[in-house]
């Protein structure tokens, strides 16, 4: 198993990689010449030709072109969609509702779109803004007054259902098998289906438990509707990890591993026995060395041998993806297997970008442009094209662009692989490619009840509604197909590969202020380095700590520190002051107070910048010290050094800000809380 080891060891390593590197690679990897890529973007363009003169454009893409991430109003609808169906009181939904809704030019969109719905919808929610608007005066007012207090009830009811309305176009059904019902018309179209069980991310036990006995049901209703031997063209069902275990975190990997290996494998057991396909869905990027843990054990158990079923959802925007599908190829090599791997884009863009930035940490695990996606996914296509003796892909895309790419390095092969859309979207360019390619299609189908959509649909929204996505730019008619099928290659070499610039590095956020470096204890290499550094201040070490040597005086003695989980282990030893040796330090502090004050502040704060630098190059130390002094976690030890360094560089350029005609406090007594 030496070369898992070693997939591992590069994927693990290559979470933050050099972005400029990264897609320069891929650019090879892609193996694409000028020719095979105006090709594609030929073929591409007539594509979304094709679309465009179907007249079978979804509704959702219709929404959300108008309604775009680019817009007041999508931003808006975004925030209520993602928080009318977990508002806990009538009184809340109604300020909500006024919220989002009543400062927006909704009459501005009104006949722009080219569906009913979206235009209903329009006049409904400008009609509700100018019911609820605080401006009108006079006699005209005081009926609105009227009206508003008579009628929010009425209004909260009706944008409710018009949330989960919209909600409907991304589920299939409430429960399966009203999904199967309403997916009857596509099956005999010539589509199969991959059903999404809605829950994910687990509280508690009674959650996991819940969400893995609708799997179970689930599976048990797909069985009774399949009609093959090959799972490649029968019904299959998405299963998230996190919905499995309420604590699926790395750092309760130790307990949490074995219970939600064996739920896993009791549903794949179950899906390997009905024939049908069985996807293990892609999540957060911190969870993802956790989740090649659990489809490690899971996939080796001898019980799914001569089972091909079994499949990995791989995120294209990583900049890990390449070595997990290497290490996918080389794990079903070694346990003899041949298994599913569904390529996407990536749905969690946002916020892996801005948990990156709150963590400190020293780049993003995910590309900054998506040019540098598209190329990334293009590269992924090509290997795992290359290894169809054990992997059976399947190419999860509503854009044009990467269909066409797909298609040309296929050339007249059609059967080895298999195209995916979402339900409710991208249906007229799956028609096309199924009409004119003759490939597997596949769609992804949502299945659950509406409290249970919200993350999903927000993800959908973030996902496709900004302005530059493909969904949103096919059915805007200003915009040419050539631009929309442009070559992703092309557009990063215009960039030279660079990073997005309007996306500083998670240091410079707040330039010219440096941010505090992080650390993330969910990546097992930042838990080596921190677990290293730390090692030689474990205990028998001890820390001393006494008055400055400047002071005069006699202390009252030493005392023992001791860490309060093991009273038996001292940590350190502190001398203490007494009462002359206060006095003497006051007096210390004001005779230097004047040389102080006569300093300009930007030297001063270059002296906490310089303290803040030395906290940083100390800060296995101060973590050792943190946890065996105050019995603190790993995970406050570092908030803990990266408020002190925070504190210390915003001061220092706050200070420079504030230097003209302000004076020196003097000297200052101060007696932090206990927890600092």
């Keep these: 198993m030496r070369d898992l080891a070693l997939y591992r060891e590069a994927a693990r390593a290559g979470a933050l990689a050099d972005e400029v590197a990264l897609v320069r690679a891929l650019v090879e990897k892609a193996d694409l010449d000028a020719v095979d890529r105006s090709e594609i973007s030929t073929v591409a363009c007539n594509l979304i030709r094709a679309v465009r003169g179907s007249g079978s454009i979804g509704i959702m893409e219709s929404f959300l072109s108008e309604y775009g991430l680019s817009t007041e109003e999508g931003v808006a609808l975004m925030c209520l969609a993602e928080a009318m169906l977990r508002v806990p009181d009538a009184l809340t939904v109604d300020a909500l509702i006024k919220d989002k809704i009543t400062p927006h030019d909704w009459g ?306 059609r059967t080895g692989f298999e195209f995916q859309r979402l339900h409710g979207m991208g249906k007229a360019l799956h028609e096309e490619i199924l009409k004119e390619a003759g490939t597997r ?95 030689p201040f474990a205990a028998p070490y001890r820390w001393s700590a006494a008055p400055g040597s400047r002071l005069s005086g006699v202390g009252s003695g030493l005392r023992y520190i001791r860490n309060p989980a093991r009273p038996d282990e001292v940590v350190g030893e502190v001398d203490e002051a007494d009462s002359a040796r206060a006095l003497a330090a006051v007096g210390l502090a004001r005779a230097a107070q004047p040389a102080w004050e006569a300093t300009p502040a930007s030297e001063r704060g270059e002296i906490l910048k310089r303290v803040a630098d030395l906290y940083e190059e100390h800060t296995f130390e101060f973590l050792a010290l943190a946890t065996r002094e105050a019995g603190k976690t790993l995970l406050d030890g570092i908030a803990e050094v990266r408020e002190a360094v925070d504190f210390l560089r915003f001061y220092a350029d706050e200070a420079v800000k504030t230097e003209s005609g302000s004076a020196a406090r003097g000297v200052i007594v101060c007696i932090s809380p206990w927890n600092f």
């Design 108 to 413: 501005a969109h009104l006949g722009d779109a080219g569906s009913i719905l979206v235009n209903a919808t329009t006049w409904g929610l400008m009609l509700t803004g100018h019911l609820l608007d605080d401006d009108a005066e006079g006699v005209v007012g005081v009926l609105q007054d009227m009206v508003r207090r008579m009628g929010e009830p009425v209004v909260r009811k009706a944008t409710r259902e018009a949330m989960e309305e919209m909600g409907k176009q991304f589920v299939l059904g409430r429960n399966i098998e009203e999904a199967m019902r309403r997916g009857r018309k596509m099956l005999a179209s010539g589509y199969t289906y991959s059903y999404d069980m809605l829950g994910e991310a687990a509280r508690t036990n009674a959650d996991a438990l819940r969400y893995h006995e609708a799997y179970e049901n689930a599976i048990a209703a797909i069985a009774k509707h399949v009609t093959g031997e090959d799972a490649r063209d029968n019904p299959g069902i998405s299963v998230k990890l996190s919905a499995l275990h309420p604590r699926y975190e790395a750092g309760q990997r130790d307990t949490m591993l074995p219970v939600l290996t064996d739920r896993l494998l009791e549903l794949a057991r179950a899906a390997k026995t009905a024939g049908i396909g069985f996807n293990i869905d892609a999540e957060e990027a911190d969870r993802l060395d956790l989740s090649l843990d659990v489809i490690e054990a899971a996939l080796a158990n001898p019980s799914l041998e001569g089972w091909d079923g079994f499949g990995v959802v791989v995120q294209a925007y990583g900049r890990r993806a390449g070595h997990v599908i290497d290490w996918l190829y080389d794990l079903a090599n070694k346990l003899d297997r041949r298994i599913m791997v569904r390529l996407v884009k990536g749905a969690y863009w946002d916020m892996e970008v801005k948990r990156a930035q709150v963590m400190g940490l020293r780049s993003y695990p995910v590309y900054t442009r998506k040019a540098h996606t598209d190329v990334s996914y293009i590269a992924c296509a090509r290997q795992l094209l290359g290894m169809t003796d054990r992997i059976y892909p399947q190419f999860a895309t509503h854009n044009a662009h990467s269909a066409a790419t797909v298609l040309r390095m296929t050339a007249e092969d």
């Design 441 to 535: 299609c596949r769609i992804y189908a949502p299945v659950g009840a509406h409290r249970d959509l919200l993350a999903y649909l927000v993800r959908r929204l973030l996902e496709n509604g900004a302005n530059s996505s493909f969904v949103n730019q096919v059915v805007d008619l200003s915009v040419p197909p050539e631009s929309i099928s442009q070559d992703p290659i092309d557009a990063a070499r215009a960039c030279e590969f660079a990073p997005n610039a309007g996306i500083p590095a998670p240091s410079e956020i707040f330039s010219p202020r440096r941010n505090s470096r992080g650390w993330d204890l969910t990546d097992p290499v930042d838990l080596a380095r921190i677990e290293s550094g730390r090692a």
